[in-house]
DNA sequence: GCCGACTAACCGCGCGGTTAGTAAACCGAC
DNA sequence: GTCGGTTTACTAACCGCGCGGTTAGTCGGC
């Protein structure tokens, strides 16, 4: 019923990885300093470390979890595809949007470099798997007949520059909404790689109607003083 | 006939620049030291300030040059080009592959962030007009029909975020050549807007004919030895 | 002898990271 | 209940390092 102890640190953690990643995303990792995301959060310097070892691990985190939400775009998009468009269209949408969601866009790649050579193996590894497997699914797409001929190497290329340029000019308090951003952009791949392409595409990425959408989006976490919250955590005796 | 004094602290001053845009594009503004510069050029440090004034005027001479770039191919796309598309792609592929050539790809926006105020807002100035230019072209194939009808704003985030990305991967010495590059990317953007959108696509870049082109490409300045280059001038007593 | 190009040595600042200490919540004993 | 000891969450103050930037001085072509 009420959050244990363990709970309260999880979404504490949670909202310093997001804190973190949204200045990461702004200004560049090294560009960014540890007081700033404190201060942002309100809380000092030193508190970050009860929730990470260094400032390299909380870019580490970032990396790890928009790779899990990777795979697991893939997942879905490989169940719920018709076929090899279809599935590579619904892995990319699901992965943006959910990076949207989660973690206010993620850097995905962009200062894979700053990682210490243990995680940045890591990193390396799964993220060409991730480029393979969306690779495979334009290769599949082109042999059951949905997607254009085409190289595939760098059609994928074209596809990652374009989503991960959305962390650098997508606000949530813009014209669009996320949800908005997702199916248009959808759109535009389908298109430009669909053997049967579209004769129109929408004129205005903002008028969009989109299917399941709650519209306007939660104004950001407003009143977000989740850390520095104190309180009884009254029934943590045993687990919720 | 032989170089002036000026023209070698021309010469010189691009190279600078060329080796920082460099380590920028690869490692990020923030996370490369002068000294680190200096010492892949063969001098130290205080060399660079005799070309110039501090860390910062660097990156702001590769938005600079950029910029330049980018209006130079706006003309030409303009003058040469029979529609909006053809005008809008001859656009891109110029600007994308004078930048491999001249600043060993740069950064363009990546880290617009770390510009002082007054650079920032004239860069700034700049990008947003270059994107207007761009959106327009993009309107002007909707109206003369040779671009499908689509939101010309997420069309244009869509081929700069594609075009920026080939910064994080291209590397000189890889499997496609720049004209290759190049000349794949504006097939893939000719057919994502394409009113009549190709029915195919290079299966492999790697093998494409690229019509005007000197091949293997010039294998990098291999013995860069530009700085602490010394002899005589001369001749220079009269500009050449 | 002058002047431009460059080096070696240095400076102060702000960063990532650490330490010692405080306040409050928790937990078991009675 | 309530009282003591323990644990968790956090702060204030501090440390050393490496950075951007500066200074004084050397070398060599003109």
Redesign the interface.
């Known amino acids: 019923m009420f959050p244990t102890k363990a709970d309260v640190h999880g979404i504490k953690r949670q909202e310093v990885l997001r804190e973190a990643a949204s200045f990461f995303n702004?200004?560049?990792?090294?560009?960014t300093s540890l007081t700033e995301i404190a201060t942002s959060l309100g809380v000092t310097k030193a508190a970050l470390y009860h929730y990470f070892p260094n400032k390299n691990s909380l870019l580490a985190a970032c990396f790890e979890q928009a790779m899990d939400v990777a795979f697991a775009s893939l997942e879905r998009g490989r169940k719920e595809g018709k076929n090899g468009r279809d599935r590579l269209v619904l892995t990319i949408s699901g992965y943006v949007s959910q990076l949207i969601d989660e973690l206010n866009c993620c850097v995905v790649?962009?200062?894979e470099?700053?990682l210490e050579p243990g995680d940045r193996a890591k990193l390396v590894r799964q993220r060409d798997k991730f480029e393979r497997a969306l690779r495979a699914l334009v290769k599949e797409g082109i042999e059951d007949g949905s997607v254009?001929?085409?190289?595939p190497?760098?059609?994928i290329?074209?596809?990652?520059?374009?989503?991960?340029?959305?962390a650098?000019?997508f606000k949530p308090s813009g014209a669009w909404t996320p949800a908005q951003?997702t199916l248009?952009?959808s759109q535009?791949f389908e298109?430009?790689l669909s053997?049967t392409?579209?004769?129109?595409?929408?004129?205005?990425?903002g008028e969009l109607q989109v299917a399941g959408s709650r519209e306007p989006v939660k104004p950001a976490s407003a009143g977000k003083r989740v850390l520095t919250f104190t309180g009884p955590l009254r029934g943590n005796q045993n687990k919720k």
């Open positions: 702004f200004k560049g990792y090294h560009a790649l962009m200062e470099q700053a254009v001929p085409c190289d190497k760098l059609a290329f074209v596809i990652l520059g374009a989503m991960n340029w959305v650098k000019w951003l248009a952009l535009i298109r430009a053997s392409p579209a004769t129109a595409l929408p004129r205005d990425v």
